[in-house]
């Protein structure tokens, strides 16, 4: 998919060397598997900081960010380009509305990305977070009723604001692992995809700090508490995502008027029922009718039907 209006990507200029260069080895890695298109789409609640990890990616603002709810409804794509390779990147509009899922927001997100191929989705959540609710359950659910369970090979699940000092003496890793299971967990059970299966194709995690405070190492690079270079690792895991043998997803009509994709077996429900009255219930009516051939009638109710005797 290639842009037309897409521009040359300079904000990569505003990183430190180090970190310029293992973006440049990661690109040139996805470029070695003829890759020359990376479309990453953005998605999450309000304020969880969708737009602030996108421009950190960017090395440029040019997302809209808020500390205040007042994102409006629209989309936005931000293209560019370095060495003919090509970068897309799509923010969108939280899609939860007092307390409720905004089923307009979806419909423009998904209007938006007509014609768009999806190759990774960035579901955006907060580590300082402490409460999963149902709503959470719910936003993974709406974006799965959108796209697919299919979008969710795609996916990587980032937790920004990862620059904390856990509460009650809980260390940095434990805190991390207890959030990212609970935020996992409710990423499984709205996408309905069973256990094993998840097990077998796990979401990979990523933690991110926005904060213009985030810690830096000697040579001027953003990281973590633990000492990850944040931004490069960012990139490393979509490379990942991008090279784990599933498809990626792409918006095309067939989508945006179809029937939920999630439905498509609603197609064999006319094969079951047949299967089902030529195998199950034609069976079962045959020996119900063998049963009632074989069934020794008593005396006493030949007697009340008036044969018990023959005399009448
Ligand atoms: P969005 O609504 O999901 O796009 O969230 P924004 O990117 O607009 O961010 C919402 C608020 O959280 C803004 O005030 C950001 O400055 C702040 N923010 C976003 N990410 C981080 C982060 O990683 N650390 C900190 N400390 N603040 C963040
Ligand atoms: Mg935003």
């Not at 009723?145 to 620059?163: C, D, P, Y």
Request: proline share 5%; glycine share 8%.
């Amino acid at each position: 998919m290639a842009t037309p209006l897409a521009r040359e990507w300079t904000g990569i200029q505003t990183f430190p060397v180090a970190t310029q260069n293992k973006l440049v080895e990661l690109l040139g890695k996805l470029k070695g598997d003829n890759v020359d298109t990376l479309t990453i789409l953005v998605m999450g609640k309000g304020g969880v900081g969708k737009s602030s990890t996108l421009n950190s990616l960017l090395g440029d603002r040019f997302f809209s960010v808020s500390a205040f709810q007042s994102e409006g409804l629209r989309p936005m794509m931000c293209s560019r380009t370095r060495a003919d390779f090509t970068l897309n990147i799509i923010d969108t509009p939280g899609i939860v509305e007092g307390g409720y899922i905004n089923e307009q927001a979806l419909d423009i997100i998904k209007r938006f990305l007509l014609n768009k191929t999806i190759d990774v989705l960035l579901f955006v959540e907060r580590l300082d977070a402490y409460r999963v609710d149902s709503l959470d359950k719910q936003v993974v659910k709406s974006i799965t009723e959108t796209f697919g369970k299919a979008i969710w090979r795609r996916s990587l699940l980032v937790l920004t604001h990862a620059q904390l000092s856990p509460p009650d003496g809980l260390s940095y890793e434990d805190f991390f692992a207890k959030r990212s299971e609970a935020v996992l967990r409710y990423m499984r059970l709205g996408a309905g995809i069973r256990r094993k299966e998840f097990e077998a194709n796990p979401i990979p995690v990523v933690l991110v700090e926005n904060s213009g405070r985030c810690r830096t190492n000697d040579l001027g690079e953003k990281i973590l508490p633990d000492g990850t270079t944040w931004i490069p690792n960012l990139v490393k895991v979509i490379v990942e995502v991008v090279s784990n043998g599933s498809e990626p997803v792409v918006v095309d009509q067939q989508l945006i008027d179809g029937p939920n994709p999630n439905n498509w077996g609603k197609h064999f429900i006319p094969l079951i029922l047949a299967f089902q009255y030529f195998f199950v219930i034609k069976n079962i009516r045959g020996r119900i009718k063998q049963d009632i051939k074989n069934e020794r009638v008593p005396a006493w109710e030949l007697r009340d039907m008036g044969r018990a005797d023959g005399k009448f």
